[in-house]
């Protein structure tokens, strides 16, 4: 056991309300008769008692963006933890996956994280959330994560106290994962606090400054809801989808007694302590072992749900009237060009874009009809003479370019792995080098610290001369030329040059 000032996240409980019932959930999804929603007064001090706890404070549900108040919960989480804007997911993301890796899943110093099943919640919220959160724990559970049974108590099995204070004692849920904070007070551990609140315990310690101080010595009564939970424990996982939870013939009469709603609807699987063979299990000892057992599958192309939904066509001199009259209801695309329009659609209708961001991609203009830019206009308040890219602060309005939206770029495979803060040198500035440096400066986990031609002289500043890779001040050489061919014999120049092999990467098209 450790104390939550030792935790690299302490979690708010705002709603366990989800779109999702999974098996053995760490809430109890789908137990609840009533489920909860913590008010903004309980909120507020739950962010304040932990203004001097160094690392992540987490958001968590059930689904979080259910929460009916999300926004207004965030914008106080962002005051009080946040010096400026998080500005994720403002180029179109191709790869959802890589990008989770490479950008969400990302920041060894975060102060804010959100844990969430990507569901409509999560679109209707996206350009709040991604200005509030440094990491995000996305997961949309269409995979094969497993969750391990958290309702098969020690007592129940018939595991002795001898045994069981140390298996209690070394549990990976409590040493890898974190302290919350629920409507009803403070916990050492997040099951602990779902446990008190499914079974309507006393509820957990007063919201104040410091609780998380407490060390495993000071858990005293809290360790009451080790009794009923069987996280630490050799026993069944299942696959998140299916369910069911495991759990005792004991328990079952437990959750019956709360009418739970998931027993009534027959969602359990009863293990027989008679037949409970703890060397048939082997207990997950990490918490990342139930992505692990998804190969790290977070969300699947299926998902639509973070995708635009709607595109509404229509030209610079009706835009305005479509927003006022409300016809619109997501993305709107403003041309006077219905081949560059439908072209647009065709790309943008595959990517994921922040509805917050004004997108210009040649003479075409899209923006999502709740963009926050844009509430002058939703409000009435015209700015007459001004096109739509002109309510969007700078670092809001992305351009594309022609030869993304025709063949796509799969910027994220060639900058995989590359370690945060690295410096990096573009090495081309052909099409795919300006992509590539457009690109790169609109993140702020590397540093762009050369660019380099053989034609340099041709095409000016800032290009600089191939001799600039003697200086050997970056960390990787960014190869924006897109044949192989001509990738592989300059990959090889460069390494005759002394540059390592695994530091020399090439713009990789689909
Ligand atoms: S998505 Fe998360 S919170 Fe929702 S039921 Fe599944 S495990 Fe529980
Ligand atoms: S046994 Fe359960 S309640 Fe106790 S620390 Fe582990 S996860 Fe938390």
């Given at each position: 056991m450790r104390s939550p000032a030792d935790m690299t996240v302490i979690q708010i409980d705002i709603t366990n309300v989800c779109v999702h019932s999974c098996s053995n959930c760490t809430r109890f999804c789908g137990h609840h008769q009533q489920p909860f929603f913590m008010d903004y007064q309980t909120f507020q001090k739950a962010v304040d008692s932990l203004k001097d706890f160094p690392r992540m404070v987490g958001?968590?549900?059930?689904?979080?963006?259910?929460?009916?108040?999300?926004?207004?919960?965030?914008?106080?989480?962002?005051?009080?933890?946040?010096?400026?804007?998080?500005?994720?997911?403002?180029?179109?993301?191709?790869?959802?996956?890589?990008?989770?890796?490479?950008?969400?899943?990302?920041?060894?110093?975060?102060?804010?994280?959100?844990?969430?099943?990507?569901?409509?919640?999560?679109?209707?919220?996206?350009?709040?959330?991604?200005?509030?959160f440094h990491r995000q724990f996305l997961n949309d559970h269409d995979n094969t994560c497993l969750h391990q049974a958290l309702l098969m108590p020690r007592k129940d099995l018939g595991i002795p106290d001898d045994i069981w204070v140390k298996k209690r004692d070394a549990c990976f849920a409590q040493s890898s994962w974190s302290a919350t904070i629920t409507p009803k007070g403070a916990f050492f551990c997040e099951i602990a606090g779902a446990l008190d609140m499914l079974f309507h315990g006393p509820g957990g310690w007063e919201i104040e400054p410091g609780w998380w101080k407490r060390t495993p010595d000071e858990f005293?009564?809290?360790?009451?809801?080790?009794?009923?939970?069987?996280?630490?424990?050799?026993?069944?996982?299942?696959?998140?989808?299916?369910?069911?939870?495991?759990?005792?013939?004991?328990?079952?009469?437990?959750?019956?007694?709360?009418?739970?709603?998931?027993?009534?609807?027959g969602m359990y699987v009863i293990h027989e302590p008679a037949n409970y063979r703890e060397e048939d299990y082997q207990g997950f000892t990490r918490g990342s072992q139930y992505i692990e057992a998804a190969n790290h599958?977070?969300?699947?192309?299926?998902?639509?749900?973070?995708?635009?939904?709607?595109?509404?066509?229509?030209?610079?001199?009706?835009?305005?009237?479509?927003?006022?009259?409300?016809?619109?209801?997501?993305?709107?695309?403003?041309?006077?060009?219905?081949?560059?329009?439908?072209?647009?659609?065709?790309?943008?209708?595959?990517?994921?874009?922040?509805?917050?961001?004004?997108?210009?991609?040649?003479?075409?203009?899209?923006?999502?009809?709740?963009?926050?830019?844009?509430?002058?206009l939703a409000k009435g308040i015209i700015q007459d003479n001004w096109e739509a890219w002109q309510y969007f602060?700078?670092?809001?309005?992305?351009?594309?370019?022609?030869?993304?939206v025709r063949h796509g770029l799969n910027f994220y495979e060639c900058i995989d792995g590359i370690p945060d803060g690295s410096r990096l040198?573009?090495?081309?500035?052909?099409?795919?080098?300006?992509?590539?440096?457009?690109?790169?400066?609109?993140?702020?986990?590397?540093?762009?610290?050369?660019?380099?031609?053989?034609n340099n002289q041709k095409l000016g500043y800032p290009i600089q001369g191939v001799d600039r890779l003697e200086r050997r001040d970056f960390d990787y050489v960014l190869i924006a030329i897109q044949d192989r061919e001509t990738f592989g014999i300059l990959k090889d120049k460069m390494i005759q040059r002394g540059i390592a092999a695994d530091r020399i990467m090439q713009v990789f098209r689909k």
């Open positions: 958001i968590i549900g059930g689904e979080p963006t259910l929460h009916p108040d999300f926004e207004r919960y965030l914008e106080y989480l962002r005051k009080s933890r946040l010096a400026e804007k998080i500005a994720t997911f403002r180029y179109p993301v191709e790869d959802m996956l890589h990008y989770i890796k490479t950008r969400l899943d990302q920041s060894h110093d975060a102060k804010t994280g959100l844990w969430s099943c990507l569901n409509a919640g999560y679109y209707k919220h996206f350009e709040v959330i991604n200005e509030t005293g009564e809290q360790l009451q809801w080790c009794e009923l939970c069987s996280a630490c424990l050799d026993v069944p996982q299942r696959i998140s989808s299916d369910e069911r939870d495991d759990i005792t013939p004991q328990m079952y009469e437990r959750l019956k007694k709360i009418h739970s709603p998931k027993i009534a609807k599958k977070r969300t699947s192309k299926d998902n639509r749900n973070i995708y635009p939904k709607e595109f509404f066509h229509t030209n610079f001199q009706e835009w305005k009237k479509v927003f006022l009259q409300g016809v619109a209801k997501d993305w709107v695309i403003i041309s006077n060009n219905d081949e560059e329009a439908n072209e647009a659609e065709g790309y943008f209708k595959n990517v994921i874009i922040n509805p917050g961001c004004c997108y210009a991609y040649g003479n075409v203009i899209l923006v999502n009809v709740r963009a926050s830019s844009l509430e002058m602060p700078p670092e809001k309005i992305v351009y594309v370019d022609a030869y993304q040198l573009i090495y081309g500035a052909g099409k795919n080098g300006k992509e590539m440096y457009a690109r790169l400066l609109a993140y702020d986990n590397w540093e762009v610290c050369g660019w380099v031609d053989q």
